[in-house]
């Protein structure tokens, strides 16, 4: 299967300010990747569907232009949380589908906004 | 959309039991994933199945595409066995995302 990696795992920052987390397919060419968000006790929920060369497709609820994603190669898709705020705080991990849906998740990235 | 209902929610075991989680689903399904989440956060990929059953090492997971229902067994329960095991599905209206279940939450003790 797909070996997935993310940077970083953990992220603290300011309110206000950006946060980028990077999302790896390190040994399968990856044209989607799905990026999930975990709220402390509560289950995965998709946020949106990042496709390679493409626009990404968002979840209701989720707000493109506050969530950035870029897919621009067929092993890095990266979400770019914009003015970050307390309730962003969350738990983000994305995941690599391989040729038969089976799913590959990276290790996550905590983030704080303070 | 397909609902995901997982049980029990919480789980303590004693070391060398026999375990058991549930999963149930709403509406038909291509595959279905068992995943284990550490508390770290990180997820492991343990299963995915579309009909019978599958076996690794003590873990072994079957499904029931007509009744919409699939178990994890954890044989010979272990400590490290402790982790939150997580049901999820295929959502077939999409391009492939999945949908999941609260989880259940097992701890093995010694």
């Known amino acids: 299967g797909a070996v997935v990696s993310q940077h970083p795992s953990r992220v603290i920052c300011k309110s206000g300010t950006s946060v980028k987390i990077e999302c790896r397919s390190l040994?399968?060419?990856?044209?989607?990747m799905f990026w999930y968000r975990q709220f402390p006790k509560q289950s995965l929920m998709l946020m949106a569907t990042?496709?390679?060369?493409?626009?990404?497709?968002?979840e209701q609820g989720v707000e493109k232009d506050k969530f950035l994603i870029n897919h621009a190669s067929l092993t890095l898709s990266t979400l770019t949380v914009t003015s970050a705020h307390p309730e962003d705080s969350s738990f983000y991990i994305c995941s690599v589908p391989d040729w038969y849906n089976e799913q590959f998740f990276g290790p996550g990235t905590r983030l704080t906004v303070l | 959309k397909n609902e995901v209902e997982q049980s029990p929610q919480n789980l303590t075991a004693q070391e060398g039991e026999f375990i058991t989680i549930n999963c149930s689903y709403s509406?038909?399904?291509?595959?279905l994933h068992w995943l284990q989440q550490h508390p770290g956060g990180g997820i492991v990929s343990l299963f995915m199945?579309?009909?019978g059953k599958k076996k690794h090492g003590r873990l072994i997971a079957t499904i029931n595409i007509q009744e919409k229902h699939s178990s994890l067994h954890i044989t010979a329960s272990h400590p490290r066995d402790s982790a939150v095991y997580i049901c999820a599905v295929l959502d077939g209206g999409s391009q492939g995302n999945l949908i999941f279940g609260k989880g259940t939450k097992l701890s093995v003790k010694p």
């Open positions: 199945l579309s009909s």
């Open positions: 990042s496709n390679e060369g493409s626009k990404a497709t968002y």
């Open positions: 509406v038909g399904i291509s595959a």
């Open positions: 040994d399968f060419q990856a044209t989607t």
